[in-house]
């Protein structure tokens, strides 16, 4: 969990940045899918926890997700976006894609 939590945190970082480092932004995002699939539910509780629900916490967050994932992506996320976002938020994200 405490990994997810720095990874979060650089995450972040590196979104409120005028040029994101888009490989860096890739491989966080590529070993969270990595992490849902894996069989261990503690390590894919840990990244829906500390990662995947706050994917859309800060506008800079979202803009960056544009770039970064497909329109499925974040659909395959929704419920888990829900406990942190509205439905409408989704939505809202979800047509800039």
């Known amino acids: ?26 491989r966080v995002w590529s070993y969270s899918q990595w ?9 894919r509780t840990a990244a829906v926890l500390a ?3 706050h994917l859309l ?10 770039k970064l994932i497909s329109r499925a992506d974040l659909l395959s996320l929704r419920e888990i ?3 942190h976002n509205s439905a409408e938020q989704i939505e809202h994200w979800l047509s800039k894609f």
């Open 1 to 26: 969990m405490m990994l997810w939590v720095e990874l979060n945190l650089e995450f972040e970082r590196e979104c409120e940045r005028p040029e994101p480092n888009f490989d860096l932004l890739k």
């Open 35 to 43: 992490c849902l699939k894996a069989g261990s539910d503690e390590v």
């Open 51 to 53: 990662f995947c629900e």
């Open 57 to 66: 916490d800060t506008e800079s967050r979202a803009r960056v997700l544009t």
């Open 81 to 83: 976006l829900l406990y």
